[in-house]
């Protein structure tokens, strides 16, 4: 082995060596400082739009069709703009360049409501959230092409849903948009996950599960400028359930032209199976206004609008019901056994109780049932009252679904009221005899919504018997292929003599064959009603009711309408029904 000694030269290498290591490390340092600090947000941002491995595919919303197959909810293919809530947050100032884009489209858009659009989605920070529905092909390719100046912002194109006639059904289909906090509460606790539309109020919402269906996927890779570089896996979406519906909407759309420019509520109802046929609420709004996401001035406008448009009278609201509700009274008396056809009361113009006296409409003298009813006398009914007792007559009005809610498939149903002994200590009050009478004939504390008055009407024409009121007569084709029928369900029944209902059903086509609803007669047709009249304190005119039921021998419908503040239900609550019934056995409901 020949040993070399160390020479001057290695000992340089040696010595450079060192010197040469720490100067790349000291460079390799300030690159890796220059871009964590330095460049870190641009990096972050880049890195938020770089590498995402997939894209939801929204599916198609379920169709929603009326009972004869008119289509009443669709979808149709639209270029929507997107933003990522996250990176919105950084650079609002992108949103003025989409709307400025918008507008050179003749498109009038506020900045700042995109922006609210944007932060609905904040939820999801990182999901590309709908902003605006239905861009222009050319602002779409502009954004599709470059995002310079835009980013966070996308272009997809998604099934986006459609209404052929917004205002006819607003309060009974609800409208879509994109999912707030509380919208991704419900789906969190329904355990599934929150589509990029939800359904919100009326039908969309309730029925929000069986018709977003299922959203596809698409995987791929994209370049820091959101350049697609490579198509991945790709998973088709699954369209949602169709909801085929009871409604007859030719007949809503002459309801709602029935009720012209009053406020008030139309609800027919098939009485042998409780499918809705119609339920107009008066005035309307435009589903139209919520299409991109309403704006807070028509928003504003909406709400602070005094005759209430966003609320659906048909089971919203509830009124008293005047002397309508006397038929619940005469059901009572005959469920206690008080009642006799022929008994005749005499009505010098009122009822006297004590030191109060309770108008009646007329001096009618002496009268019987059928000319109490025909002629809606309140002294009869008073007296009929007080001889039924409180206790049974407010049974009588619970057993017949009042003071509960019907179970109808909508939202926001109201369960009205009857003053039973716990409301009355709960509101500090105690019971009078002037309560009985008040209750008898359909005022003071009694509230009911129109489809209860209508479900009344409906259970007279049956002999008795209630079913659940419903809107969709069934619901599918779903994801596994099968349609599911709603059933008919009894909800309320009242067991009465047949000759006792028919009795009803008798002095029910006097009302109108020679009673307060004469000016409603319908040539050719033989039906029943009951007109009724209810004050409201701060009110100036009296609520305007009618309920009935047609034809009288062999009822294939019921009917409710109630008008607000307009006077008494022969003068104009009546001609509605009457209007609305001829249309449908006249077959003058046009589509």
Known sequence: M??????????????????????????????????????????????????????????????????????????????????????????????????????????????????????????RPYDPI????????????????????????????QSTRVYPDPKSFSHLLGYVWVPNAE??????????????????????????????????????????KRRPIRAAERIDPLPGAQLNLTIHSGLQREALRALGGYQGAVVVVEPSSGEVLCMASSPSYDLGLFKNGISQDDFAQLSSNPNHPFINRGIGSAFSPGSAFKIVTTVAAMQAGVFDPNRTYFCPGGYKLGNQFFKCLGHHGAVAFREALAKSCNTYFSDLAMRVGKDKLRQTALDMGFYSKSGVDLPYERSGLIPTDEWLKQANRSWVDGYTVLTGIGQGDVLTTPLQMADLAAMVANGGVMYRPHLVRSLGPGLEGSTEETAVREIHRINLQAQDWQMMREAMVGVIERGTAAGSRIQGLTWAGKTGSAEVFGQQKTNSWFIGFAPADNPRIAICVMVEGVGHGSDFAAPIAKRVVEAYFGGRAPY
């Not at 010595?15 to 100067?23: E, R």
């Not at 918008?102 to 009038?108: E, H, I, K, P, V």
């Not at 709908?130 to 980013?151: H, N």
Request: no cysteine; hydrophobic share 45%.
């Open 130 to 157: 709908p902003i605006f529905s239905g861009a222009p092909v050319s602002v779409a390719a502009r954004l599709s092409e470059t995002t310079d100046g835009y980013l966070g912002i996308g272009v997809d194109t």
């Open 2 to 123: 020949v040993y070399s000694p160390t020479g001057p030269r290695l000992r340089l290498r040696m010595a450079i060596f060192p010197f040469v290591i720490f100067s790349l490390l000291s460079i390799l340092l300030l690159r890796i400082w220059y871009l964590q600090v330095v460049l870190s947000p641009e990096l972050r941002d880049q890195a938020d739009l770089y590498g995402k491995a997939s894209s939801s595919i929204l599916a198609p919303r379920g169709l929603i069709y009326d009972r004869d197959g008119h289509l009443l909810a669709g979808v149709e293919s639209e270029f929507v703009i997107t933003a990522e809530p996250a990176l919105i947050a950084k650079h609002p100032d992108v949103l003025g360049k989409v709307a400025a884009l918008l507008s050179a489209q003749g498109l009038q858009v506020d900045p700042a409501r995109l922006l609210r659009k944007a932060r609905d989605g904040s939820s």
């Open 183 to 224: 919208d991704m509460e419900r789906a969190r606790l329904e355990h599934r996950d929150a589509s990029s539309f939800v359904g919100k109020g009326g039908l969309e919402w309730l029925y929000e599960r069986a018709l977003m269906g299922v959203a596809g996927s698409e995987g791929m890779l994209l370049d820091a």
